[in-house]
């Protein structure tokens, strides 16, 4: 049987930086004892407030719907933050160039991301009056195509999207739908766009 005394041991740790007092067992509990136990009056309410992407219980369709959601209504708590919801459901590297938008760009900083979204072929999903499903397609397990047709704010703005969503295997991201592409029906970049 192991006995706890309050005796020192080669292993006593000083306390706060002095050297020639060292702690006893009874001490060391009494200091655990200071951490509480529970969590603040205002947890539940900060959780609620953390910002909205991706979650572990969405599915692919769920992703979609929610990106396309909060683009219909991009300025609504703030400016373009229907664009930060997409970044933050964004799949690619942001330390490499990514085909997110087809040809492969430098997306890294949020700045480029959202111009993207502000040039003319891709404007139309900002602040869209109509959307429709054309289709889905669950190509493999882990990875999901949807065609969505858009009617925007603008007289005559149609335009057709497809969303690549992968869920990610291993890693922090394990089980999360993310979007590797969102790309449009068309030569959307035939002009070139300055990012």
Same mark, same amino acid.
């Given at each position: 049987?192991? $006995?706890?005394?309050?005796?020192?041991?080669?292993?006593?740790?000083?306390?706060? %930086?002095?050297?020639?007092?060292?702690?006893?067992?009874?001490?060391?509990?009494?200091?655990? $004892?200071?951490?509480?136990?529970?969590?603040?009056?205002?947890?539940?309410?900060?959780?609620?407030?953390?910002? +909205? %992407?991706?979650?572990?219980?969405?599915?692919?369709?769920? $992703?979609?719907?929610?990106?396309?959601?909060?683009?219909?209504?991009?300025?609504?708590?703030?400016?373009?933050?229907?664009?930060?919801?997409?970044?933050? +459901?964004? *799949?690619?590297?942001?330390?490499?160039?990514?085909?997110?938008?087809?040809? +492969?760009?430098?997306?890294?900083?949020?700045?480029?991301?959202?111009?993207? +979204?502000?040039?003319?072929?891709?404007?139309?999903?900002?602040?869209?009056?109509?959307?429709?499903?054309?289709?889905?397609?669950?190509?493999?397990?882990?990875?999901?195509?949807?065609?969505?047709?858009?009617?925007?704010?603008?007289?005559?703005?149609?335009?057709?999207?497809?969303?690549?969503?992968?869920?990610?295997?291993?890693?922090?991201?394990?089980?999360?739908?993310?979007?590797?592409?969102?790309?449009?029906? *068309?030569?959307?970049?035939?002009?070139?766009?300055?990012?």
């Amino acid at each position: 049987m192991m $006995a706890l005394c309050s005796s020192p041991s080669p292993f006593s740790k000083p306390f706060r %930086g002095d050297r020639s007092q060292t702690l006893s067992v009874s001490s060391r509990f009494r200091a655990s $004892a200071d951490v509480p136990d529970f969590l603040s009056a205002n947890w539940l309410e900060s959780r609620r407030k953390r910002p +909205f %992407g991706p979650r572990l219980n969405f599915t692919a369709e769920e $992703a979609v719907q929610h990106q396309l959601d909060a683009l219909k209504y991009n300025d609504q708590p703030r400016q373009d933050y229907g664009v930060e919801v997409m970044y933050r +459901f964004a *799949g690619f590297d942001p330390f490499e160039r990514s085909t997110y938008f087809g040809p +492969f760009f430098d997306l890294g900083q949020f700045e480029r991301f959202r111009r993207i +979204f502000h040039h003319s072929t891709y404007r139309v999903l900002l602040g869209h009056k109509e959307r429709k499903i054309l289709s889905s397609f669950l190509v493999e397990e882990n990875r999901f195509k949807q065609r969505v047709w858009i009617r925007g704010s603008r007289p005559e703005e149609e335009e057709i999207f497809q969303f690549t969503m992968l869920q990610r295997v291993g890693g922090s991201w394990d089980g999360y739908w993310l979007t590797e592409s969102l790309l449009h029906d *068309g030569d959307g970049f035939a002009k070139g766009v300055a990012y």
